[in-house]
């Protein structure tokens, strides 16, 4: 059978060797408390042009954690022997109805969902470890996915969806021209001392190229305020740059106007942006350019629980709190709770 260019892209997912914390055989996720365990789907599907395409979803302005930023269905552990495959499962059935149970799927709606490969653990500006778990969804019947599946948002967690192809994220590790994104914006900043990156991609809110059973989603985002500016991710990060690359509109609500057109828009930026960003590389690069990249954060969350103390219950600590608050001028950084010679090494790692 000939191998198509789409199994040879879910291949380098597939072969991807995660590398965990020290070395170790297993992700520092399952060292920490429950509280600090979160998983995300990334649910990838072939759109019409053949394309890979990756889910989103633009989170409740209602929330108190990240309010109206797009996303990835996915949340918190709700018990120590819950997966993160269970978790990351949980959630999206919650969030958008999508069935946590494959041979439910295929039976009543022709759909199989493969899981492919889980990421290292990445770090969230609230200090939980994020584990991101990739699969892929094909369809036996598209059209027949569209009268069935019936998907609905939860109101209380998410009020749109959306996709994009997943090759726009490349950016910056390619110059190559955008698919769908209208901008595409990358800085190298520091947060606490330690390189970070970050990262916005904005998508058309009206899409043509929008999968048939997504654009059949009621979407709710109507119904609450795009203008108003909620809490952000990164927002003290980014003063280092607004002033410079006009970033001062990050961190608003995930789908807003475009300062300059007026169009509806969906900013994909943070965490979302960064893990999107690692595994396009994981995908498209050739392998003698993906050799010395640092996928997620398994080395510093490491570092953070076992040299500074931290991560380690459910509420944050003083340093943690500190540490969310911190900007660029903040006096207060990682090199505060590490040895100097592991904060020295983490600077390494992620340069």
């Known amino acids: 059978m000939m191998m198509t260019s789409e199994d040879r892209l879910l291949g380098n997912i597939k072969k991807y060797a995660a590398r965990n914390y020290q070395n170790e055989a297993h992700s520092i996720w399952h060292r920490l408390p429950i509280a600090r365990r979160s998983a995300v789907f990334i649910l990838l599907f072939l759109g019409s042009a053949g394309e890979l395409r990756v889910v989103l979803t633009k989170r409740s302005s209602k929330l108190r954690n990240f309010p109206g930023h797009v ?46 490969n889980a990421l290292p653990c990445f770090l969230s500006r609230t200090f939980s470890a994020v584990r991101p778990c990739v699969g892929f969804m094909r369809f036996s019947n598209e059209n027949e996915v569209l009268s069935s599946l019936k998907l609905k948002l939860n109101p209380g967690e998410s009020s749109s969806i959306f996709s994009c192809p997943l090759r726009d994220f490349l950016y910056p590790a390619t110059k190559e021209p955008a698919r769908e994104a209208l901008e595409r914006v990358s800085h190298r900043i520091k947060w606490g001392g330690i390189p970070w990156s970050l990262r916005s991609y904005t998508f058309p809110y009206l899409n043509e190229n929008e999968a048939s059973w997504l654009n059949a989603i009621q979407d709710t985002s109507a119904t609450e305020s795009e203008t108003s500016e909620s809490e952000t991710e990164d927002s003290s990060v980014s003063e280092k740059v607004s002033k410079k690359n006009k970033l001062s509109s990050w961190g608003r609500l995930g789908s807003r106007r475009d300062s300059e057109t007026s169009e509806k828009i969906y900013d994909v930026w943070g965490l979302t942006a960064n893990i999107l960003h690692e595994l396009a590389c994981i995908v498209y690069l050739p392998e003698n350019q993906k050799l010395n990249t640092e996928i997620g954060e398994e080395e510093l969350i490491y570092s953070i629980w076992k040299f500074g103390n931290q991560m380690r219950q459910k509420d944050r600590s003083p340093e943690e709190v500190k540490l969310i608050n911190s900007n660029a001028s903040s006096d207060f950084g990682f090199g505060d709770i590490l040895p100097r010679s592991e904060f020295l090494r983490l600077k390494q790692v992620y340069k």
């Open 71 to 116: 996303s990835f269905p996915g949340g918190k552990a709700d018990d120590g022997l819950e997966s993160e495959w269970q978790v990351s499962r949980r959630e999206m059935e919650e969030e958008i109805g999508l069935d946590s149970n494959n041979e439910t799927l295929l039976k009543n709606h022709g759909i199989s969902i493969e899981h492919i």
